[in-house]
């Protein structure tokens, strides 16, 4: 473990990371020697891929940046603006990892930033969220499905034995299994089995929750609804 490495951001976020990262087909047989972060902000998950052996590691973070202290050597982490500039590599990594960020790009973005991250890897681990996600600067929310037609004009399709694995894994929070995808680079000649709408899909979790919310929220209206009605005469636990 890394000495620059802080304890207090062992939580939730790098119990995912960790998580979704040592699912990777090979990652601890040493198949992964050089990661790439597209927006890396304090290098959370560059701090999980060096704890599972990963010993080549780049932080991309926008000048606006995350204020945290870093998780991980602060040179590993270069600002760029990927709003508006196009990167490229200047060595092929093993995977790129773009994590909730594509979706605040303006939609004629979108394409150009997609053939960056597969220009820089054979593999991109992505996620972005769906449309009615709560937001304050997001742009472009899309189903999996809008960005899944983006990677496969570059030659690129999601690897779904990889969802399968952290799809159960409830040490990954429940939107992060529901929006991530392991896209992989294919033959020109690929074909998948199925239709991009295939991928649009909500997890259990994510719709339990949102159930659970509806309906306290939906207690809450009754209830004021009656105490304006009756006043404070009803049964407050009915």
């Given at each position: ?141 899309q189903w999996p ?48 089995t199925y239709p ?43």
């Open positions: 473990m890394s000495g620059a490495f802080h304890l207090h951001d062992f939580d939730e976020g790098f119990a995912s990371a960790f998580q979704m990262l040592s699912k990777l087909p090979g990652i601890k047989k040493g198949r992964y020697s050089y990661i790439c972060h597209f927006d890396a902000g304090h290098g959370l998950w560059l701090a999980a891929a060096q704890n599972l052996g990963v010993q080549r590691l780049l932080g991309i973070s926008n000048p606006s940046g995350d204020e945290r202290p870093p998780c991980v050597d602060a040179n590993l982490l270069k600002q760029i603006d990927l709003h508006q500039v196009k990167v490229s590599l200047p060595q092929s990594a093993d995977l790129v990892i773009c994590i909730d960020f594509a979706q605040k790009l303006p939609e004629q973005r979108a394409k150009d930033f997609v053939s960056d991250l597969c220009h820089c890897a054979p593999q991109v681990l992505f996620c972005a969220p769906m449309p009615h996600a709560p937001s304050n600067d997001d742009e472009n929310l499905s809008y960005w899944a037609r983006h990677f496969a004009a570059n030659g690129y399709y999601p690897d779904l034995a990889y969802r399968f694995r952290i799809w159960p894994d409830r040490l990954i929070t429940p939107l992060l299994r529901q929006n991530s995808l392991l896209y992989v680079r294919r033959s020109a000649n690929y074909k998948p991009p709408e295939a991928l649009d899909v909500i997890h259990p979790a994510q719709y339990q929750a949102l159930t659970q919310r509806q309906a306290w929220f939906a207690r809450q209206l009754t209830r004021s609804t009656l105490k304006r009605l009756f006043g404070e005469s009803i049964d407050p636990k009915a």
